[in-house]
């Protein structure tokens, strides 16, 4: 019993011992990204003096707990600096060093890969930035910057006013989510590819597409989970943008019916009224 009893004690002397560590690394990282923020607040008037420091900061936080995940955010904070002081050359460092250092994480390695590419956007260089986008798609399209990374570049199109590349990159982006979903038309994978279908087509303004991306969602989901909140995006699309009162009302009748309880169900109810 006295040797349980011992045991016990240093578990439970090992364990708190863990959560001190990690709270003194919490608390260290605290620290240096205070120091950054201060930088990112007013990059401008932050002298070079000033940039070196927070950078040599954050770099000595990172190599002294290299296996703690709280390192990787300080060496992309170095990169957010860089971009925020215009140093693009520094940045692209940065964030070459990152995918070079994590080369095993697709997660790690596709985020340096877009902001590689947004310190290209920045500069206005439009074909090196979606060099870097289209690369995030290649090699790690299910990564989560992946998989949005199809439907960012047709926004990047919309907002820069190239209504001819902006479709096509749309279509491009809806060819490559069907794919995906094709895979395992029941997976989690399926259910992000065709909300992003709809998306797509909601960005072309056909909402008829729209309604039969997310209508799939409702098919194959519904035995899954709650698609109630898929119901009301339908209505909501009949009508706002299809102008088409009776069908918003025949699909707030089966949200209501479907899901009784649902969050939803009060305010298609009060839809219904008017």
């Given amino acids: 019993m006295k040797r349980i009893l011992y045991c016990l004690i240093l578990c439970a002397v090992f364990l708190s ?29 932050t002298p070079p003096n000033e940039i070196q420091r927070v950078v040599s900061l954050l770099s000595n936080f990172a190599a002294g707990h290299e296996k703690n995940t709280l390192a990787v955010r300080a060496e992309f904070l170095i990169g957010r600096i860089y971009l925020a ?18 080369s095993k994480s697709a997660a790690v390695v596709s985020e340096a890969l877009f902001f590689t590419g947004s310190s290209y956007q920045l ?71 065709c909300t992003l279908v709809a998306e797509c087509y909601a960005g072309l303004k056909d909402w008829h597409q729209a309604i039969a991306a997310l209508e799939t969602i409702v098919t194959n989901f519904k035995d899954r989970g709650a698609v109630d909140g898929v119901l009301l995006n339908i209505a909501v699309i009949y009508q706002r943008e299809l102008r088409d009162p009776p069908k918003a009302k025949e699909v707030l009748a089966r949200l209501i019916k479907d899901y009784p309880d649902s969050k939803y169900a009060n305010a298609a109810r009060e839809l219904l009224k008017k």
């Fill in 123 to 193: 500069q206005n260089n439009e074909d090196a930035a979606i060099a870097q986008y289209r690369q995030i798609i290649d090699k790690y399209p299910l990564s989560p910057r992946g998989l949005q990374m199809p439907i960012y570049i047709a926004k990047y199109y919309s907002g820069s006013h190239e209504p001819v590349k902006m479709q096509e990159a749309y279509r491009a982006a809806i060819a490559h989510y069907e794919s995906l979903a094709q895979k395992d038309a029941k997976s989690a994978l399926a259910l992000r590819a």
């Fill in 17 to 45: 011992g863990c959560g001190r560590d990690q709270y003194s690394i919490e608390r260290d990282y605290w620290k240096v990204n205070r120091q950054a923020q201060f930088v990112l607040k007013n990059p401008v008037a």
């Fill in 85 to 102: 002081k215009g140093m693009y050359d520094q940045a692209r460092g940065q964030y070459n060093a990152i995918a070079s250092k994590y």
